[in-house]
């Protein structure tokens, strides 16, 4: 275990919302055991998961598509990366394994061959390492034994957990080969499996005292460890307290108990939990040359050399304390095995593998490991010291005899000595620093001076680095010092005294006397020189060991190596007893003695006792006892050719021939095996790569039959939807065959069933120009370009409009076309009548001299017709509102904005009439008139405009007019009570007043009648008022007022007429109008400006002068002469009265 | 040519008289004359009246709004500005505007009332600043 990763998670304990990431490794089957697994997850929880299912690599994935439809959680494809975020799934990419680092997840490149990849467990120990006990793994259905050693680095690190209950999972490789390792916390179905995860973590939470708990842990441990000591005695009080409150805590969260004193009681009842307890204390991940590069320096710096040093008779030992399940003891083996190969010497290797754990022992002694973890063996390895077995593999018996595997505790038991390496790697991590200390002089003990300690790669020495010197530190191969050994006294006697419990089984005493017996040079001695000569065999003689004297006994004879059987050997007399005892003791595996034998040698007899003694590891010691002095051969002496003895030497030399025939057979044979074995291997592997091809195929299989499901379901919509469409469709191929059609395409196409598949070209067809569509739908798969069209049938009373898609196959071919058509003939229809009503509609419009306009308010845009834009002299047809405004003077754009607004706000139809800008009298108007239209996108106000200039004009005239008859009318008052009064002033009577008003008024009404009947086109002239004054005095009277044309202006009527009327009655009363004889000439002349108009009066009678001054009537004369801006002047002649109006008149 | 009759003393106001109606003309006259005034006029047009400006000084002025050669106004405003008080004779037509422009003006209806003219013509002489 790493500390700083687990300082990183401890670091984070205090989240309560944090992050858990669950990792889910499934193979075949486990499509569906995910879906039920995450149909019950819910996006709110703190809980992510990363899907590592084994893929084909080179297939693409609907895994992500086929899991989202099932749950309520986001579903991805990883593509590298992404940072884990709580309710999502991450799904792992075909041909790619992932890890996670600080919460993101990476891809990674396979670096095995297919077969031998092992994404699961990759991806957990990188899930371990980063999230610590916030990490879940769950391991779902597949064969073999992936995830398995991520489990394990899972639990290390403190994680959770959990597999699929095998019984419900398609294939059980997987989670039986999980809960094989025995670190499993919950075995559930699939669909229970996320509950079981919140529960844990909601338990982790929930204790906000996660302090707490731990506080009370500790204050409990002592206990607990007093427990298990007892129980498997083991003390665990010298490790590392950390480590031990973690993994007490878990138990006490997935037992789900109150507090640690809860948990204490519990494990002093329950002697299971006490085991899986201490199983859990010694969690501790192991594999195969686990850090390779270390492992390399180790080969260099210690393995290679002790290979070469070895002398022929020497044994390398080599220490593995805490070996758990054996992957670094034969990783060791393996690594010798191979130096020695590459070196070509025979060295003995003695491997003493030690461990507390007897289950893990019980695993490595069985040597036989998952599949998976063969890609941890270096290639070169692979195939000399391990057999494939049915998706597993064992370590080779070659190797596997090179260990010895023991229950041994290293601060409790006695150490091995005269080591040349000790590796004890990930040990004392767990340590406490007392048991470190206690640890490393056991180690200095155990080694030879200058031989090597291989330690852990976060392991040190410590305080010994005076004893233990750096070979390479960051390997941490050590050199021991060449002090001398110090036997440990702290072995304590306390705990030697009390060897409880089960642990010390007869393993676990035998090698260490043994090793006795092997290494005391006294014994050597002893044995060498005063104990009989012995022979240690193998049933069939093959000796393995000697010691003593044997030159009386065996023969050594010059031959191939392999002759190194004790019969063979034997020299004669000892040769058939060997034998006979030989076959004896294998058969009844009892001691037996031969009696009273003689060895003949070439120089004498000797007569010996063979003892046969059977020992337990299956060979036989052999011991020569001596019965008789020796007895010397004399030179002379020969003995006769024993027949007998002779025939057996033949028979027995045969025997040998035919033996080595059966040896040269066997190994033949054994060639032979190996080379099928070799092939079997291969097999293996092979077998191994199809079945791995065979979960990806299954789970692609799984994949494809959703897929298929969904497809079905797709089909029958569009089976359904072609069926009942009144759409009338038709699909066509790049050939432009039928493909498919509905069945409203009828009306257009008389298609039957069976014309799927014939050129749509070869059908008839209702419509009138059938080849222009044929020519469309080719346009239309060369080009690409949706096209349309309009169709008709051939009597033209239906139409189509017709749409030409192409149609494209996934991967964006061109793969024929799609012809869709919709009857358009009602909206033809309608558009023509709409047509024809717009049509009548703006013929109204112009002759009326109406234009159209309508507002947009949300723009504030308006929009005017022809006729509209020429009213306002505007160009645009769209503009903004105040651009049509503007040639509106000032007070009509604002009377105009103002009805837009109410007309808006409250609908009031609008009537304005507007001024345009303009000088005057040219200043054109017109009139608006408009409504709100509401329609449901929006809303808008339409109306018309039109041109109201004259009626404007007419009204202004009309006003004037009014004003100037008011004016007059007054006027005419004035001038009646004027002339009232004034006639008041001066008649004597009632009549001559009435007559003198009515008279003059009368003179009024007339030039004022004259001015009403003046034919049109000619001017009032003074002729007209002169006749008018003299009419009711002259009547037939031959009077011709003669003078050029003079006209007379309306202002002028009134003096003239007056004056005239006073020169009339004065005539009428006093002069020739009257009574008098005599006669009247008016005449009148122009000389320039000046207008002479001469009144005579020509009497028959003389004339007399008056001053003519006196009178109302000469006032009022003189007085019209001033309003007329002329003068009145009177002169006499003899019979002549001339009176002369001299004036200039008005003509402007 | 002055139709003025009657005899002039320095004491008696003189009011000016524009009017184009030769009755009304006539009859105004002698209303202002009866009631003690020596009158100025009667001048049909504006032409006139701005020419007898030349040599006469009126005190009060009665106008016609509407004269032969077009409204009063300038001459109006000249007399005004000579300290003239004026008095309109008015036909409702133009009353806003006589109003608006000389708010001290007396103002008259047609047909004129003797006693409304006199009374017009007093307060119009209180107001002159001649």
């Known amino acids: 275990m790493d500390d700083k990763h687990r300082q990183h998670a401890e670091g984070a304990e205090g989240d309560k919302e944090r992050l858990c990431i669950v990792g889910i490794g499934a193979s075949a089957g486990g499509l569906e055991a995910i879906r039920e697994m995450l149909t019950e997850a819910r996006s709110a929880s703190n809980l992510a998961y990363v899907v590592i299912q084994h893929l084909d690599p ?379 200390a206690i640890a490393l002089p056991i180690f200095h003990y155990a080694l030879k001076p200058g031989a090597t300690l291989f330690l852990g790669p976060s392991e040190t020495v410590g305080r010994h680095d005076h004893v233990f010197a750096p070979l390479d530190q960051s390997a941490r191969v050590f050199r021991r010092n060449n002090g001398r050994p110090e036997y440990p006294l702290h072995l304590r006697a306390a705990q030697r005294g009390a060897p409880q419990g089960r642990r010390h089984a007869a393993e676990d005493s035998e090698p260490p006397a043994r090793l006795d017996w092997q290494d005391s040079d006294v014994a050597e001695r002893i044995l060498a020189a005063y104990a009989p000569p012995t022979l240690r065999v193998t049933p069939r003689g093959e000796i393995l060991r000697s010691t003593g004297r044997l030159g009386k006994y065996l023969e050594v004879s010059p031959g191939p190596e392999s002759e190194n059987f004790a019969p063979s050997l034997a020299r004669s007399g000892v040769r058939e007893a060997l034998s006979a005892i030989l076959r004896q003791v294998a058969r009844g595996n009892k001691r037996t003695i031969s009696r009273d034998l003689r060895a003949q040698s070439e120089f004498g007899v000797q007569a010996f006792d063979l003892i046969a003694d059977p020992l337990d590891d299956g060979s036989i010691l052999l011991v020569f006892r001596e019965r008789d002095r020796f007895e010397p051969l004399e030179d002379d002496a020969y003995e006769d050719l024993d027949p007998t003895d002779s025939h057996v030497q033949s028979l027995e030399h045969e025997l040998r021939d035919t033996r080595a025939r059966l040896h040269t057979t066997v190994e033949e044979l054994e060639t032979a095996n190996e080379e099928l074995k070799s092939s079997n291997e291969e097999m293996m592997s092979m077998n191994e790569e199809l079945q791995s091809t065979n979960e990806e195929l299954s789970t692609v299989n799984d994949e494809l039959k959703s897929k298929v499901d969904e497809l079905s379901v797709a089909n029958a919509d569009l089976t359904n939807f072609f069926a009942s469409t009144a759409l009338p469709l038709v699909v066509v191929d790049s050939k432009m065959a039928i493909r498919n059609f509905t069945d409203a395409i009828q009306s257009i196409y008389p298609f039957r069933g069976t014309d799927r598949g014939r050129p749509l070209a070869e059908v008839t067809s209702s419509l009138r120009r059938n080849e222009e569509v044929l020519q469309a739908i080719g346009e239309v798969m060369r080009n690409g370009e949706l096209r349309q069209m309009r169709v008709s049938d051939r009597a033209e009373d239906r139409t189509w409009s017709l749409v030409i898609t192409p149609y494209r196959s996934r991967d964006g071919d061109l793969n024929g076309a799609t012809l869709v058509f919709t009857e358009v003939t009602d909206a033809l229809r309608l558009e023509t009548a709409l047509k024809h009503e717009g049509e009548r509609l703006r013929l109204a419009l112009d002759v009326s001299g109406l234009a159209v306009w309508e507002c947009d308010p949300r723009r504030g845009t308006v929009m005017l017709d022809d006729s509209g834009c020429a009213l306002l002299g505007i160009d645009e047809h769209r503009l903004p509102l105040d651009r049509m405004l503007a040639p509106l003077n000032e007070d009509s754009r604002d009377a105009v904005r103002h009805a837009l607004d109410s007309s808006l706000e409250s609908g009031t139809p609008i009537d304005v009439v507007a001024r345009l800008n303009g000088l005057g009298a040219h200043a ?215 009176m002369i109006l001299r004036y200039v008149p008005d003509e402007r | 040519m002055s139709l003025t009759s009657g005899k002039k003393t320095t004491a008696r106001q003189r009011v000016m008289i524009c009017e184009d109606e030769v009755i009304v003309a006539m009859d105004l006259q002698m209303l202002v004359e009866e009631f003690g005034y020596d009158v100025i006029g009667p001048f049909p047009g504006l032409r006139e009246a701005f020419a007898a400006l030349g040599s006469e000084r009126p005190d009060i002025a009665l106008l016609d709004v509407r004269l032969k050669d077009g409204e009063v106004f300038p001459l109006a405003d000249r007399l005004r500005d000579m300290g003239v008080g004026l008095v309109f004779q008015s036909g409702h037509v133009y009353d806003d505007e006589i109003h608006a422009k000389y708010p001290k003006a007396g103002c008259c209806l047609k047909p004129i009332s003797p006693a409304g003219l006199r009374s017009a013509l007093q307060s119009a002489e209180s107001l002159s600043t001649a």
């Open chain 1, 924 to 1138: 054109r108007s017109i009139q608006m008139v408009g409504r709100r239209i509401a329609t449901p996108q929006a809303e808008r106000v339409l109306g018309v405009l039109f041109d109201v200039t004259e009626e404007q004009d007419a009204k202004d005239v009309r006003e004037m007019m009014l004003r100037e008859m008011n004016h007059r009318v007054k006027n005419m008052f004035s001038i009646i009570s004027g002339m009232v009064r004034m006639a008041g002033r001066q008649a004597d009577s009632v009549p001559d007043l009435v007559d003198g008003v009515q008279t003059r008024i009368n003179a009024l009404a007339r030039s004022h009648d004259l001015t009403q009947k003046t034919p049109r086109g000619r001017k009032f002239g003074l002729e007209d008022a002169i006749r008018a004054s003299l009419e009711p005095y002259c009547g037939d009277m031959d009077l011709i007022p003669g003078g050029p044309e003079v006209p007379v202006a309306t202002q002028e009527l009134t003096s003239l007429s007056l004056l005239l009327h006073e020169w009339s009655t004065n005539a009428a009363k006093y002069g020739v109008l009257g009574h008098k004889p005599g006669r009247l000439e008016v005449g009148w002349t122009r000389e320039g400006e000046i207008v002479e108009l001469l009144w005579n009066e020509i009497h028959d009678g003389r004339v007399k002068p008056d001053d003519g001054a006196a009178g109302f009537g000469s006032t009022l004369v003189q007085l019209s002469a001033v309003q007329l801006g002329g003068s009145v002047s009177v002169e006499f002649g003899e019979h002549e009265r001339r």
């Open chain 1, 58 to 436: 080179n297939h693409e994935s609907l895994l992500a598509e086929l899991l989202a439809r099932h749950t309520e959680l986001r579903v991805r494809q990883a593509s590298g990366g992404e940072k884990i975020t709580a309710g999502n799934v991450y799904i792992i990419p075909p041909g790619h394994g992932l890890s996670v680092t600080g919460g993101v997840l990476n891809l990674t490149e396979f670096a095995q061959p297919r077969g031998l990849r092992r994404p699961i467990d990759d991806f957990f120990e990188s899930l371990a390492l980063d999230q610590g006990r916030f990490a879940a793994c769950v391991i779902l259905s597949g064969t073999g034994a992936d995830g398995s050693a991520g489990l394990r680095a899972i639990k290390e690190h403190g994680g959770l957990c959990l597999v699929q209950e095998p019984a419900t999972a398609k294939y059980d490789g997987m989670p039986t080969s999980a809960q094989g390792t025995g670190l499993v916390d919950f075995v559930r179905r699939p669909e229970e499996i996320v509950a079981a995860i919140e529960q844990f973590y909601a338990l982790a939470f929930e204790r906000t005292a996660d302090r707490q708990l731990a506080n009370t842990v500790e204050a409990h441990l002592e206990d607990i460890c007093g427990v298990v000591r007892n129980f498997v005695g083991h003390d665990f009080s010298g490790y590392k307290k950390s480590t031990l409150i973690r993994r007490v805590q878990r138990r006490i969260q997935v037992l789900d108990l109150a507090d640690a004193s809860a948990y204490l009681k519990r494990v002093r009842s329950d002697s299971k939990e006490c085991e899986i307890l201490f199983r859990e204390l010694l969690i501790n991940v192991t594999r195969f040359f686990r850090d390779p590069e270390h492992f390399e320096r180790l080969r260099e710096l210690a393995v290679a050399p002790l290979v070469r040093g070895a002398g022929n008779e020497d044994e390398i030992r080599v220490w593995i304390p805490g070996c758990s399940s054996g992957e670094e003891a034969y990783s060791i083996a393996m690594m010798f095995a191979d130096e020695a190969r590459q070196q070509k010497r025979s060295t003995r290797i003695q491997i003493f593998a030690t461990d507390i754990d007897e289950q893990m022992l019980r695993i490595a002694r069985e040597a036989t490991y998952p599949q998976s973890a063969l890609a941890d063996i270096p290639e070169g390895m692979r195939d000399l010291y391990t057999i494939a077995l049915d998706g597993r593999f064992r370590i080779s018996a070659r190797i596997r005899d090179m260990i010895r595997f023991s229950v041994h505790s290293i601060v409790r038991d006695p150490p091995f000595s005269n080591i040349d390496l000790v590796s004890c790697r990930n040990l004392l991590i767990y340590f406490g620093d007392q048991l470190q």
